[in-house]
Nanobody, 126 residues
Framework: QVQLVESGGGSVQAGGSLRLSCAAS????????MVWFRQAPGKEREGVAG???????TYADSVKGRFTISRDNAKNTLYLQMNSLKAEDTAMYYC????????????????????WGQGTQVTVSS
């Protein structure tokens, strides 16, 4: 049974940093495509960053240069380092997984993922 558990969220002032973690279990983690999504109240879910089994990464334009996605296959853990945080980064952050080799052109479409964590809240005050 696939399980994803996020942690590391919290409250921070604008310009600050947070690192999110997503601990995975129940499947061959290293082979899955992993993504961080976020959703703010009243807004659509947004794909933030993705990483494939070859460690190739992709980012939403809104976070390029500020966020870094990484994975440690030995620890079955996905990370999201978030720097220079802005108020508009405030959202619930989720990790998701899919047994595909690469993200593809629609990596950011949440409908393509069957496995989700419960989310961790990030609040950035200006």
């Amino acid at each position: 049974q696939v399980q994803l558990v996020e942690s590391g969220g919290g409250s921070v002032q604008a310009g600050g940093s947070l690192r999110l973690s997503c601990a995975a279990s129940g499947y061959t983690y290293g082979y899955y495509y992993m993504v961080w999504f976020r959703q703010a109240p009243g807004k659509e879910r947004e794909g933030v960053a993705g990483i494939d089994r070859y460690f190739e990464v992709t980012y939403a334009d809104s976070v390029k240069g500020r966020f870094t996605i990484s994975r440690d296959n030995a620890k079955n853990t996905l990370y999201l380092q978030m720097n220079s945080l802005k108020a508009e980064d405030t959202a619930m952050y989720y990790c998701a997984a899919d047994p595909r080799a690469r993200g593809g052109p629609r990596w950011f479409d949440g409908r393509g993922y069957n496995y989700w964590g419960q989310g961790t809240q990030v609040t950035v005050s200006s």
